[in-house]
């Protein structure tokens, strides 16, 4: 594997780590607003490679190929989202 190559799972982890981090922080400064949801993100590994020295080695150098940020979800209670939509249209007739 090249230099970049390193370089670059390197640099995808840091930036995928970042965004983890921003969420989070997101996440804290909304902490009080009213209605607000908490966010998730989700960390996928990207592909991997296949290398070997020579086509007679049974030996297969499998190199991968760094982390990205795949999902950003909100996380709620389905049990309580029903139950206040539930309520909320009770009180409303």
Known sequence: MSLFANLYVGNS???TSQNA?????HNMA???TPGYTRQQITQATR?????SKDYRDSQWAQTGLGVFYNNC???RSVFLDQSFRLERGRSSF
Request: hydrophobic share 25%; glycine share 10%; charged share 10%.
């Open 13 to 15: 982890g840091l930036t």
């Open 21 to 25: 981090l921003n969420t989070t922080a």
């Open 30 to 32: 909304n902490v009080g």
């Open 47 to 51: 592909e991997y490679t296949t290398q």
């Open 73 to 75: 979800k909100q996380v």
